[in-house]
């Protein structure tokens, strides 16, 4: 009897569909979406097709949707029965579980481990401020007054060190926790964003930063000054002249560089944001590559520990007489610089750091704009200083 009412069932209209949900590269995420008496929820159960590269992909996709018409066999036969497909998934889902989600959706799609990380520690600090009533939580349940105690919590909140978080710390995990209340609203987990119902002020907004970074002449310094370790040495200087991240050419391999005729060109996918970079080396940057090996293979920077590295560049801008707090990182501030003084555009600028938004390298505009300022204020200030003299 209950076969007759499933087949009934299907002839009609299914409840119950199987849908996909487009993630970055080509991912997809798997959820069911389910129509009874006039109310539409939504189920993700956490499964995942990949794009087809090989046989491999293609068995593995085809045991995950099995996987997934399971469930959605078992949801139908739970309608016929009379018993309630899993409840609504506004309803249900905990803030937890959302969150756990949230990070893996994150990681199929290719964010960086850096995002990943963020999405721990901003967990990590709603937990501090929930107690246990963080297990128990439901998404429906966060409200715009719990927003506003967590950017209190977090403006209050010290790092593992004890110091009081930064204000870009605070941004940056509040701009996370954003993210994934407006994914949950595509989800349909939740209807608003909480986050869409405080006022201006009392969003945490990106705090005015400086970047440290070197002038020509300071940059030349460097190179004419000896340093401890050859390859810090070399590494740095060929971030000052490509923009590349620590992370990055840390982990360059030969393979990731190819030589045609006198043109050398850069090819990697960026370990921070997962975003393809190509650009051309300039002759500047190829004097600071190793001697190539002649298996072509390996790193191409074998670079100690990030703590060994920090310490070596610190000692040798000290002896290079650069009074300034000179990091890895600054190398890439540098190249900015010197890209922009230079005459190169934002938009290309923004390109060639690998930057998502070119929001994030008008900060390097400023600094530009502030030394072309100067330089007109001290022409005019010789010039009335000539003038006195004569």
């Avoid at 029965?81 to 893996?104: F, H, P």
Wanted: glycine fraction near 4%; charged fraction near 25%; charge should be positive.
């Amino acid at each position: 009897m209950v076969q007759n009412k499933f087949k009934n069932l299907l002839k009609a209209k299914e409840p119950v569909r199987i849908r996909l949900k487009a993630l970055c590269h080509g991912n997809f995420s798997i959820y069911l979406d389910t129509y009874v008496n006039g109310v539409r929820t939504y189920e993700f159960l956490r499964l995942y097709l990949r794009p087809v590269m090989s046989d491999d992909d293609r068995r593995l996709n085809r045991e995950t949707m099995r996987v997934a018409q399971a469930i959605k066999t078992q949801r139908l036969l739970d309608l016929i029965a009379g018993r309630d497909v899993v409840g609504s998934e506004q309803n249900r889902t905990l803030l937890t579980d959302y969150m756990a989600r949230y990070k893996e959706d994150c990681r199929r799609s290719h964010r960086g481990d850096s995002y990943l990380k963020s999405i721990d520690n901003m967990g990590n600090y709603l937990r501090t401020l929930l107690g246990r009533r963080m297990a128990t939580l439901r998404m429906k349940d966060v409200d715009a007054q719990l927003v506003r105690d967590f950017v209190d919590h977090l403006r209050q909140a010290a790092t593992k060190t004890g110091q009081q978080l930064s204000a870009v710390s605070v941004y940056h995990y509040f701009s996370v926790f954003r993210a994934m209340m407006g994914e949950a609203v595509k989800d349909r987990v939740i209807s608003i964003n909480p986050v869409d119902e405080l006022k201006k002020g009392e969003v945490p907004v990106r705090p005015e930063t400086t970047r440290d970074y070197l002038d020509v002449a300071e940059v030349a310094r460097l190179a004419d000054s000896p340093c401890s370790k050859d390859v810090v040495k070399r590494a740095f200087m060929f971030c000052c002249f490509t923009g590349l991240r620590y992370s990055d050419v840390s982990r360059l391999c030969w393979t990731d560089i190819s030589r045609s005729g006198g043109t050398w060109r850069l090819t990697l996918i960026m370990q921070k944001t997962q975003e393809p970079l190509h650009a051309k080396l300039s002759q500047e940057a190829v004097k600071w590559l190793p001697p190539h090996p002649a298996d072509s293979g390996g790193l191409v920077f074998a670079l100690p520990s990030k703590t060994s590295v920090s310490r070596i560049i610190r000692q040798w801008a000290q002896k290079a007489g650069i009074r300034k707090t000179v990091t890895f990182h600054t190398s890439r501030h540098s190249y900015a610089t010197m890209a922009l003084t230079a005459g190169a555009d934002l938009y290309t600028v923004s390109k060639l750091l690998g930057h998502r938004s070119i929001t994030t390298t008008t900060v390097y505009a400023a600094v530009v704009d502030a030394r072309r300022d100067a330089a007109t204020d001290g022409v005019s200030k010789l010039f009335q200083k000539h003038r006195k003299i004569r």
